[in-house]
């Protein structure tokens, strides 16, 4: 196998734990619009689509500038109150990778604002040298020049770079770009394996057996497929 050089990054679900502030800002946010607030579930049942992609869908395109910049607001003021965003194990994780000289980059379905309001709350937001949002590219997930993006940026190549997110969009993204691919199975909504969607190469179960996989220690492991 060819050693991994970059890794690729999705934000949401796989880095830090944003689910529960999504669930708070979309139910307050299209309140007005359904009458009631939305559940847990119905929120849930959104996806995991771009933020402009869900305001559209809900409000319409005439309104969807002013939710967003509401959506952006809200967002900022959520992560003022949060506590520690990441899963356990990622920001040893993302260090490990940094000090190994991979280069590290980011591709999230976020726009560019959400994007970097999360990302100033991480201490190891450094490590990363690309950074690549809804808002830098012509299409979104599962098409892949935001991947495409992100591994010019970094100066490497397809087969050699690794791209590691928690839902179906993500592998999709990955294999249309050509790079391998790693589920991030370690938040608490895992992937749906059995969906018929797209496989991914590696499954990671927790952020250090990626850590093992990258330092070229995962012989005999397991979870490599």
């Not at 690549?132 to 020049?145: D, G, N, Q, Y």
């Not at 010019?152 to 294999?175: F, M, P």
């Not at 990671?204 to 497929?225: I, K, M, S």
Request: proline share 6%; aromatic share 10%; with cysteine.
């Amino acid at each position: 196998m060819k050693p991994i050089r970059a890794v690729v990054f999705d934000l949401d679900g796989t880095l830090v734990d944003t689910f529960a502030i999504y669930g708070r800002i979309y139910s307050a946010l299209f309140e007005a619009h359904f009458g009631r607030r939305l559940s847990p579930e119905e929120v849930f049942a959104l996806g995991p689509t771009a933020e402009t992609l869900t305001i559209r869908r809900i409000v319409g395109e005439a309104a969807a500038r002013m939710y967003l910049e509401r959506f952006c607001r809200e967002y900022a003021g959520e992560l003022e109150r949060a506590g520690a965003l990441t899963y356990a194990g990622v920001p040893e994780l993302v260090e490990g990778c940094r000090a190994r000289g991979l280069g590290l980059g980011i591709y999230t379905n976020k726009v560019r604002e959400t994007a970097e309001l999360t990302l100033a709350r991480l201490p190891f937001a450094r490590a990363f040298s690309s950074l690549v949002t809804a808002s830098h590219v012509r299409f979104l997930k599962p098409h892949p020049e935001g991947i495409q993006r992100a591994i010019a940026e970094l100066g490497a190549s397809a087969n050699e770079t690794l791209y590691v997110g928690d839902w179906a969009a993500d592998i999709a993204t990955g294999r249309a770009a050509g790079v391998r691919t790693g589920l991030a199975a370690w938040q608490p909504r895992p992937f749906p394996l059995d969906s018929g969607a797209p496989s991914p190469d590696f499954v990671f179960v927790r952020p250090e057996e990626l850590l093992r996989l990258v330092a070229g220690t995962a012989e005999g492991w397991n979870g490599a497929r």
